[in-house]
């Protein structure tokens, strides 16, 4: 049998490569306007069916669950201000309604009434990583509601073919950093990805509707930069029109360490092409991302912070700009406001709260310091939530356990998120990331 670099060589001719590059090329253009550092301020623009539609970086796409916003109808999702225009959806939570897809025939995005946004189908759901120990070298296991699902190609690509999405990460071999591998496994990963990029490319390449389609491939290699920049540089020879930076959130590695490798990648990578990250979406680690060149996120994190029953409660207003004065107020916080309960007296008494995740950005409204307080989540936020109801409202949905909690935060909390891309992109734009940098580490302390 051939190992992994005889396979790639077998299996793509330098005709396909060509068509597929031009063909990718047509689909997504990134246009860089500034460069700072390594911080890249740009516009993606020809988001394949969406026709005229543009996404600037940095930016975050919209997650979703089974291809829907958490706790969100279409009709709430209306009311959030800044919502991207590339929606995120998961081969994981969707592989087991294949057959229905299939019979279907129009796709994920008509079927969830996802159809007047772009779609980008992820591998796994970056909130429930896989058990390692799972993969081979002809497939690779996802975990679905209904259990382990096996993956080879062919069977990528026919769940691809019923899904119909706009931007696909491709199949790899992403356990690595989970699992704290050796040098031999992280080379694995590696060679594992690279075969499954190429096999994939060719049976994409061989059906006329995924030719048309946007190819992320996945950056692998655990926690050793030789096999990350490896990694890089022989995805960067492959017609993708992005890249995946996988694996970062997980594992043992320090945090300067995994900025470093992020860095180090980041710098083998072509210019022209948006990179993508999973799994990171503090504010002060965004922030560390962007000035190492990764461009876009997922938003994750306020789903995370909604299923705690906290509210994003953290200001990003660096420095008012003169040019923007006329614009909506930012929010604005109270030093006690980001104090978590944590020196609160009536805050101590709840001791039934898991405080473990709960991080500086957020206040968690379960606390029955908040039974009467009758301010908004967030003082001079916009949201549907601030602007009808109070803390005091939240904190008792969230004690009777209603459903209506869920909504509201998750509405606050998406647009509080989607108004900080904003204001990295604004603060880039006036050469204020340092200051924008600061003020976000502060809250932390």
Not at 49 to 55: L, P, S
Not at 134 to 142: A, E, L, M, Q
Not at 217 to 239: F, M, N
């Amino acid at each position: 049998m051939p190992g992994p670099q005889c396979l790639q060589c077998l299996i793509l001719l330098p005709g396909s490569l060509r068509h597929l590059q031009e063909r990718q090329r047509i689909m997504m253009k990134l246009t860089i306007t500034k460069v700072a550092g390594a911080a890249r301020l740009g516009v993606i623009s020809s988001l394949a069916q969406t026709g005229e539609r543009t996404m600037e970086i940095p930016g975050c796409l919209l997650y979703t669950r089974t291809a829907s916003p958490p706790h969100l109808t279409h009709d709430t999702l209306q009311s959030i201000a800044g919502v991207p225009p590339v929606t995120h959806v998961t081969l994981s939570t969707l592989a087991e309604h294949h057959e229905v897809l299939e019979e279907y025939k129009e796709g994920i995005g008509k079927f969830a009434g996802l159809s007047d946004t772009l779609l980008y189908c992820s591998v796994n759901d970056p909130v429930s990583p896989n058990p390692p120990g799972f993969n081979t070298n002809k497939t690779v296991s996802i975990w679905s509601s209904g259990g382990r699902l096996e993956l080879t190609p062919q069977k990528f690509v026919s769940l691809q073919r019923a899904l119909k999405a706009d931007w696909i990460q491709c199949l790899c071999d992403g356990e690595v950093m989970a699992e704290g591998c050796s040098r031999k496994r992280a080379r694995k990963s590696v060679d594992r990805s690279l075969a499954f990029l190429d096999e994939c490319l060719k049976l994409m390449s061989e059906n006329e509707a995924l030719k048309q389609k946007v190819v992320i491939g996945a950056i692998e290699g655990g926690d050793l930069q030789e096999e990350r920049l490896r990694s890089a540089r022989e995805t960067a020879k492959r017609p993708v029109s992005g890249f995946l930076l996988d694996g970062f959130p997980g594992g043992s590695v320090s945090p300067e360490a995994k900025l470093s490798l992020i860095s180090a990648v980041t710098t083998e990578l072509p210019e022209e092409k948006p990179r993508l990250i999973h799994g990171i979406g503090r504010p002060d680690e965004v922030l560390e991302c962007v000035e190492r060149g990764v461009d876009l996120f997922d938003s994750t994190f306020p789903y995370e912070v909604t299923e705690r029953g906290c509210a994003l409660c953290f200001t990003y207003q660096y420095q008012p700009d003169p040019e923007t004065a006329g614009e909506p107020q930012r929010p604005v916080l109270h030093k006690e406001e980001l104090s978590n309960g944590e020196n609160n007296e009536e805050g101590t008494e709840d001791a039934e709260i898991d405080r473990s995740n709960i991080t500086p950005y957020e206040i968690c409204l379960k606390e029955k310091r908040f039974r009467e307080d009758f301010r908004p989540l967030l003082q001079g936020c916009t949201c549907y939530c601030c602007r009808h109801h109070s803390r005091a409202y939240v904190h008792h949905l969230l004690t009777s356990k209603e459903l209506l909690a869920g909504i509201l935060l998750m509405t606050h909390n998406f647009q509080q998120y989607f108004s900080f891309f904003r204001s990295v992109r604004e603060a880039i734009r006036a050469g204020k990331l340092s200051d924008l940098k600061d003020m976000i580490r502060r809250q932390a302390s």
